[in-house]
């Protein structure tokens, strides 16, 4: 398992990988200390979730660097997610208690009640894009629910996914009680077949996600999903333009353009297009690309060359099939995986800018003529993550929220994970929902307790 800088193409460190033999004694030990960890009262459990948070802080530009080093965003995006995880710690840190305590229903019994217990080990598959945000998004409800974790994290972050594994560990939670799985792809399987796994989370593809729901679905194991994403980013006549327009670079260039949620279908109202497409082009041909580790680079590397490559199809294929280069649509000229930033216009249906997740930094604008054919194209899309409104006129614009398929809409304003909202999309993003106090409790058994 080897670990690359994506923007040197050098070898960081080769990995070994766990045996199977070495998995099933892993997930043995887990199971071991979550007998006992069900048992910890919620005060217990804060004080070490809040000690997590710390340690995230204390030691944020170390592990800034290796998140920056393993995947390739810049080093201002690194620390910026080695905060949001230490927000999401104290977040479930403060609230699991009162999230999961028992909920009393009057019925023809003496006392009625729901109680929220913990399943036990919780699988997480996660990737590569925010290798700290999206463990400890999963991993700071499930432990303060009272459950175990185990990781198999994407194989191009071994470095951040050994890193999660200490920090509970010097945060004073059990050894045990989360640990990190060095397997590829080919182990997942029998992971989830372990009958001391109960339940399963994945963010990532598509494909991996169907495979999982498979499995899992065999095994009648709980999954979340939260799989790919083509958030509409729709701009009516009436929006404020340099707002929307400084937001939407921001909303698709974040993470170098690879985020499930990042703004990638803009969908412009004529009256609006000219002055949309001139700026749009403008700011992202200004942005600063080179060494992700230095604090003046906004967009740093692609996580892997192939990605790159596969990036660069979908733009060419879509330029072969009538849609207008405005800037970039190539590789930088740099060593590493590097692709400067990209405006594609005129996209129309049946380009892969169109009907396919570009995951990277390509803006892909669609022209429509008014706000009820933005709500077709938007809709027009096998995915339903997030998306954005932008419009002066607010209730007009809610009324337009509502009406898009999508697990989120935010109205003037970039499309965004909060700890306090909850997450997740329909359609072929996924389904489940993550933060929030729907997102604690995916994972536990709701329980009715009847009493005569």
């Given amino acids: 398992m080897k670990a690359i800088n994506?923007?040197?193409n050098e070898l960081i460190k080769d990995y070994r990988e766990h045996t199977p033999e070495e998995v099933a004694q892993i997930i043995e030990k887990v199971q071991h200390e979550f007998l006992s960890w069900r048992e910890v009262g919620f005060p217990q459990r804060a004080e070490l979730m809040h000690n997590a948070a710390e340690i995230l802080r204390r030691n944020k530009d170390n592990y800034a660097r290796t998140i920056t080093i393993e995947m390739g965003k810049t080093i201002t995006e690194s620390r910026a997610e080695v905060e949001k995880s230490a927000w999401v710690c104290d977040y479930y840190a403060d609230n699991a208690e009162k999230f999961l305590a028992d909920e009393i229903v009057e019925t023809d019994a003496s006392r009625s009640f729901v109680a929220f217990q913990p399943l036990g080990i919780v699988l997480a598959v996660m990737p590569w894009n925010f290798p700290y945000w999206q463990v400890f998004r999963f991993a700071a409800p499930a432990l303060m629910?009272?459950?175990a974790g185990v990781l198999k994290h994407a194989s191009n972050v071994p470095g951040s996914a050994l890193d999660i594994e200490s920090i509970f560990r010097e945060a004073g939670f059990p050894e045990n009680i989360f640990r990190t799985?060095?397997?590829?792809?080919?182990?997942?399987e029998a992971v989830i077949k372990n009958e001391q796994v109960k339940a399963v989370t994945l963010t990532g593809s598509e494909p991996a996600g169907m495979q999982v729901a498979a499995t899992a679905g065999r095994e009648l194991k709980k999954t979340v999903l939260e799989l790919g994403g083509s958030d509409p980013y729709i701009v009516l006549e009436d929006a404020e333009i340099n707002a929307c327009v400084n937001t939407a670079v921001t909303a698709r260039m974040i993470n170098a353009g690879q985020s499930c949620i990042a703004a990638k279908r803009f969908i412009?109202?004529?009256?609006?297009?000219?002055?949309f497409e001139d700026t749009h082009t403008q700011l992202m041909k200004n942005m600063k690309i080179g060494d992700p580790l230095a604090e003046e680079t906004q967009v740093g590397a692609m996580a892997?060359?192939?990605l790159l490559e596969e990036l660069d199809q979908q733009v060419q294929k879509s330029i072969e099939l009538g849609a207008r280069l405005l800037c970039g649509g190539r590789k930088a000229d740099a060593n590493g995986a590097f692709y400067l930033p990209t405006v594609l216009t005129d996209v129309k249906?049946?380009?892969?800018a169109y009907g396919e997740e570009t995951f990277g930094p390509v803006s892909a604008i669609i022209p429509v003529k008014d706000a009820k054919e933005a709500i077709q194209v938007a809709n027009d899309s096998p995915f339903g993550l997030g998306g954005s409104v932008w419009s002066r006129d607010l209730l007009k614009a809610e009324k337009i929220a509502r009406r898009i398929e999508s697990g989120a809409v935010f109205i003037n304003g970039m499309t965004k994970s909060d700890p306090r909202l909850p997450f997740g999309g329909i359609k072929k993003s996924g389904y489940g929902r993550e933060l929030s106090h729907y997102g604690i409790r995916e994972f536990v058994n709701i329980k009715t307790i009847w009493i005569a």
């Fill in 6 to 8: 994506p923007a040197t």
């Fill in 145 to 147: 629910a009272g459950n």
């Fill in 181 to 188: 799985l060095l397997i590829g792809a080919g182990q997942v």
């Fill in 268 to 275: 412009v109202v004529e009256p609006m297009l000219k002055q």
């Fill in 304 to 306: 892997r060359m192939d």
């Fill in 349 to 352: 249906k049946g380009m892969p």
